[in-house]
């Protein structure tokens, strides 16, 4: 049984300025830990900022921070911050992202995803450590680079990996890595992958979870998030890996031929309940946490909106938390 619960910041409903209350029901929760992701809302960094300073005891991470909508130096001082903020107690998770996110939204080229991710973690594995980089990697060159206030604790770098190369690079240069959009079931076939692990490596993964008895509304939330997910070629590649392609191919084809409604109605019910935890917050706990049992080190909730929280506001959304947390008496209503 892990004793890391980690939820996904920031929290939906309630603004950064707000957020001190929040991260502190998620201590009292039983939450160890924040993770912040990077899309198109907050940065990755700054509520993980507000979180060392406002709650000392939660670990940070991010998952993740992408690899191409930064420099690499800047993305390295960035780390060496909020690692100096946090001293100990910070992981930074980077990964590809996908095209839309990079390329589309960031004006930045989606070339060589793998080559980039093990260029920039090797980067940052030196810059870090306070060494000068003057390397000409295969897919950037860093002349002279040097941090003026590397971190006296390094922080550990995940990497987050969907298929074999990238799980394998992970198990053989990264300190751990972030999963994504699987099933509990999913987890031992992934980690297969992974090789022979060094001491400490760390396994975290996402999952989405929408705490709800309402089955029919968790489902329809499910499903957009499936067919917004994985139609994208990466996300669509690892789950015929993961052995989907017969379940899954009707809504490929439906949204290959621009049928968005179609294809969102094609994704099985057993699918959606794989993949997005539904049902009351303790059942939900409770199936976090065969993710655990399968090998997860750090299961990371990604809270999504439910019809309760969305009628009662942030004081539902702080009692949900108390009953998600491993320690689900320790916050009241």
């Known amino acids: 049984m892990t004793n890391r619960w980690g939820m996904t910041v920031p929290l939906g409903g309630i603004a950064l300025a707000q957020h001190d ?14 993770w912040s992701s990077e899309v198109a809302g907050t940065d990755a960094f700054t509520p993980l900022a507000l979180a060392a300073a406002w709650q000392p005891g939660l670990r940070l991470g991010t998952a993740i921070t992408p690899v191409f909508t930064r420099g690499p130096g800047l993305l390295a001082m960035s780390a060496a911050a909020l690692a100096e903020a946090a001293p100990g107690r910070f992981a930074l998770g980077i990964g ?43 897919t950037f060159t860093v002349r002279r680079f040097t941090l003026e206030r590397p971190p006296a604790v390094p922080p550990p770098i995940l990497l987050a990996a969907l298929r074999p190369g990238m799980l394998r690079l992970a198990g053989a240069e990264a300190d751990g890595v972030i999963l994504n959009w699987l099933s509990a079931d999913d987890v031992p076939r992934a980690l297969a992958e992974l090789g022979e692990r060094r001491a400490g490596f760390e396994v975290a993964a996402r999952i989405f979870v929408c705490p709800t008895e309402d089955a029919a509304y968790a489902r329809a939330l499910g499903r957009r998030l499936i067919t917004s997910y994985l139609t994208v070629p990466a996300y669509a590649e690892f789950h015929r890996w993961l052995g989907r392609d017969e ?33 009351s917050p303790e059942r939900c706990r409770a199936e976090v946490r065969r993710y655990a049992d399968n090998g997860v080190d750090v299961p990371i909730v990604a809270l999504l909106p439910t019809p309760e929280v969305t009628a009662g506001g942030a004081s539902e959304l702080l009692s949900l938390i108390a009953r998600l947390g491993t320690n689900p008496v320790g916050v009241s209503a």
């Open 21 to 34: 209350a929040a991260y502190a029901a998620l201590d009292r929760a039983g939450f160890t830990d924040v």
């Open 96 to 138: 590809a992202s996908s095209p839309v996110l990079v390329r589309d939204w960031n004006a930045v080229p989606f070339d060589e995803p793998f080559r980039r991710t093990r260029d920039v973690l090797r980067f940052l594995r030196a810059a870090l450590a306070g060494e000068t980089v003057d390397e000409a990697y295969d």
């Open 247 to 279: 379940t899954l191919a009707p809504m490929w084809a439906a949204w290959a031929s621009g049928d968005r409604r179609g294809a969102s109605a094609a994704v099985p019910d057993e699918v959606v309940d794989a993949l997005v935890l539904h049902g």
